[in-house]
């Protein structure tokens, strides 16, 4: 199991992110100026196309989009577990947040 902060994996140094929320101890995975956030966050289209995400708690799920927020910039490429990479990840991570707020207030 991978334990967060930095680690070693077939010679390559790698940094482990908690990223609960969606999973049990999910985590993202960064490196080489690409960071893999798995299902920490999804794409618009994810988000449009499945309506109400998937989370097992939402409150640590807000939690990881703020550290998510503050990783943008930091990393080349983002790369969800759905969709296509991208330069950046702020956007996704905000709406994500607002689906977040929304599902809480219904």
Same mark, same amino acid.
């Given at each position: ?9 077939? %010679?390559?140094?790698? $940094? ?21 956030? %798995? ?15 998937? *989370? ?18 930091? *990393? ?6 759905? %969709? ?13 947040? $607002? ?8």
């Amino acid at each position: 199991m991978l334990e967060a902060g930095s680690a070693e994996i077939g %010679g390559v140094t790698l $940094q482990v992110v908690p990223a609960p929320g969606h999973a049990p101890n999910q985590m993202m995975v960064a490196g080489g100026g690409v960071c893999f956030m %798995g299902d920490a966050c999804f794409t618009q289209g994810i988000l449009e196309k499945h309506g109400i995400p998937f *989370y097992v708690n939402v409150i640590q799920a807000a939690e990881t989009l703020q550290v998510l927020q503050a990783l943008d910039g930091q *990393y080349s490429f983002f790369v969800p577990g759905h %969709g296509d990479a991208a330069s950046a990840v702020g956007i996704w991570a905000a709406a994500n947040a $607002q689906r977040l707020a929304e599902i809480r207030d219904a």
